[in-house]
């Protein structure tokens, strides 16, 4: 396979000719620019696989814009290197989303065993589970109720498949409500930790939810949740992707950076809307932002939520408003909904033999395939949690 390599500058350090090191590797295609700017220029019009740049001149702007270009061309290996072993150089790196980071003039042996790894990632992304991020910029419409019962849909059609729910909700999301849990551990625990973020550290903050369902909380106080940023957001769900067979995401109503990290990251994105005007404007002008970042058609999947016979727009007027086809339409079923919640179990639990919990099975189905549960074998229970709704612990 011929792959391409773009080397920004001095980056290599002349100690080290890189072509035949590159050609072991598969990069038979090798390219230089002058500065890290002319290497994006590069990569948006070619399918660019190895990017090698050095970071000690490369500021905060340029960081945050090759962050945003890594999290959509997950594909493609970054090298940064510098004169010197730099520790905060180094986390600015990795909060960037770069893999490596070599000390130059490069020795041969350090630029072999970093390929080595970096093809070692590239496999086992290929290998890489999904992940749906749920998003409406109008509050109120059922993100964090669809969010948990996709997960809990997906644990059903998928057996012994690892499923994960991560609250990006920041802060103090209501996913822990609707699952009946009091999360020891939340995100800003892995953000503090981003540099040393792997399998154990991850296993270590997931609290066990519905059969089937792993959760990660959002941090309950505002300080907490400042210092969860766009690249810890990468970070995080790039480390869920290789962890779980299927990952659902409760994004915030706001459009930040870390919702954008968390949309960039994401296989498709679920736009949540009802068929009433002021959700209707919401989602026709989020999806004119997702146009304009780039997103395809493919990714964006809306979702018409709480759909009654007595709506005023029909489904096929609201796909002729937001030019877009309406992936799925969930029913509206406000007792059964409530009811779930108060017992703290998704409604594919709670109530397995609703015609709402059977959409929520369709829709995972249609997400993430897997074989359909039969009506009644998600399982059942009653158990209240009113009492601890306000006796949750704050951190």
């Not at 146009?291 to 990714?299: A, C, D, I, Q």
């Not at 395939?369 to 601890?388: F, H, K, M, P």
Request: proline letters at 4%.
């Amino acid at each position: 396979m011929s792959r391409l390599a773009v080397i920004v500058g001095d980056a290599i350090g002349s100690d080290a000719p890189p072509e035949q090191t590159l050609q072991r590797f598969g990069y038979s295609r090798l390219q230089r620019t002058a500065a890290l700017a002319d290497a994006m220029e590069v990569v948006s019009d070619e399918h660019v696989d190895l990017l090698v740049v050095p970071v000690e001149g490369v500021s905060e702007q340029d960081l945050a814009a090759l962050d945003r270009v890594l999290r959509r061309e997950r594909h493609m290996g970054v090298i940064a290197t510098s004169p010197q072993q730099d520790p905060q150089l180094m986390l600015r790196s990795m909060r960037a989303g770069i893999q490596e980071f070599l000390v130059r003039p490069i020795a041969l042996p350090d630029l072999v065993a970093a390929l080595e790894r970096l093809h070692r990632r590239v496999d086992a992304r290929e290998v890489n589970g999904q992940v749906f991020a749920v998003f409406s910029a109008k509050g109120g419409v059922g993100t964090t109720t669809t969010a948990v019962n996709l997960a809990s849909a997906l644990a059903a059609n998928h057996g012994e498949a690892k499923i994960a729910v991560a609250d990006m909700a920041l802060p103090g999301g209501d996913v822990a409500l609707l699952l009946n849990v009091r999360p020891a551990y939340d995100l800003s625990e892995l953000s503090s930790k981003i540099e040393r973020l792997d399998s154990e550290l991850l296993n270590s903050v997931m609290t066990p939810a519905a059969d089937g369902v792993w959760f990660l909380a959002a941090p309950e106080r505002a300080d907490s949740a400042d210092s969860v940023d766009a690249g810890a957001v990468s970070a995080i769900l790039a480390q869920m992707r290789s962890a779980y067979a299927f990952t659902v995401v409760d994004c915030e109503h706001q459009l930040t950076d870390r919702t954008l990290a968390a949309l960039d990251g994401a296989d498709r994105i679920l736009l949540l809307t009802e068929l009433k005007v002021p959700a209707l404007r919401a989602a026709q002008r989020t999806l004119g932002i997702f146009r304009r970042l780039g997103y395809p058609n493919e990714k964006l999947c809306v979702i018409v939520n709480r759909l009654q016979s007595g709506d005023v727009v029909s489904p096929a007027e609201a796909s002729q408003v937001l030019k877009a086809d309406i992936f799925f339409k969930l029913p509206n079923d406000y007792r059964t909904v409530s009811e779930a919640a108060t017992r703290g179990q998704p409604v594919v639990q709670s109530h397995p033999d609703s015609r709402l919990a059977w959409a929520y099975l369709q829709l995972a189905h249609k997400l993430g395939g897997g074989s359909i549960v039969a009506s009644g074998e998600a399982g059942n229970g009653s158990r209240s949690v009113l009492r601890q709704i306000f006796t949750r612990k704050r951190n």
